[in-house]
């Protein structure tokens, strides 16, 4: 499967407690986004990745979370000290800009990694 | 600042008949819109998108969407409906942030 590869699908934790997600993205994709989905929500944006540099960051994303990918590869999101309102799906998606300035493009979506703080 | 607003959040059809799912959007400029769909437990996917060509688009499973300026809507048809479109459908807008603005969605019932 080359698709977007998201681990691990499924979380549960502690409030107060550490989580790490990873992302592997479509090989050849230069761009990498991080986006939350709430239950009856659609999806919002969180930040996004040109090879390693992280480009946008959304006020959604407070100092507890930080995302890395650190050789334009995988990514990583972490979400340290847990609290109830950080349920959620956390989606990856990535996409190609090569020959682009502009724009996102098609973006191509992992199947999301669900966390449910208790 | 570019947003769309999907204006049903439930759509019941039957087997065989038309699909309507109806998006306006609001944009400063002209906008790039998506449609994508989500099936339980799957990944989303992109159906079609509007990027200021042709007003009318085509894209996957039979599905295709107007672009109306004068009436800021991009709505998604489908001629008739399968059981297999029974999904999560969002309308999304490309901000010019270079991230994407979702909709809330549509979840789409497709009654046999």
């Known amino acids: 499967d080359t698709g977007v590869s998201q681990n691990p699908r499924h979380k549960i934790t502690k409030r107060g407690q550490n989580v790490t997600f990873r992302c592997d993205p479509i090989s050849e994709h230069n761009r990498l986004y991080w986006y939350r989905q709430t239950l009856g929500q659609g999806p919002e944006f969180l930040t996004y990745?040109?090879?390693?540099?992280?480009?946008?960051k959304s006020r959604l994303l407070s100092d507890r979370f930080s995302a890395e990918r650190p050789k334009g590869s995988f990514s990583t999101l972490e979400i340290q000290r847990t609290e109830q309102g950080d349920s959620a799906m956390y989606l990856c998606?990535?996409?190609?800009?090569?020959?682009?300035?502009?724009?996102?493009?098609?973006?191509?979506f992992g199947e999301g990694s669900r966390l449910t703080v208790l | 600042a570019q947003s769309v607003t999907q204006l049903d959040s439930h759509v019941s059809v039957s087997e065989g008949t038309p699909v309507l799912l109806r998006c306006n959007y609001s944009s400063s400029y002209s906008p790039s819109l998506f449609w994508y769909v989500q099936h339980p437990n799957k990944g989303l996917q992109l159906l079609l998108k509007y990027t200021s060509a042709a007003t009318l688009v085509k894209g996957i499973n039979g599905f295709e969407a107007e672009f109306k300026k004068s009436e800021t809507s991009f709505h998604l048809t489908k001629p008739s409906a399968h059981m297999s479109d029974a999904a999560e459908y969002f309308c999304?807008?490309?901000?010019?942030?270079?991230?994407?603005?979702f909709g809330t969605g549509t979840r789409l019932t497709v009654i046999p």
């Open positions: 990745f040109q090879n390693e540099a992280q480009l946008e």
């Open positions: 998606a990535s996409s190609s800009l090569r020959g682009r300035l502009v724009g996102t493009g098609e973006l191509f």
């Open positions: 999304v807008v490309e901000t010019g942030a270079n991230n994407l603005f």
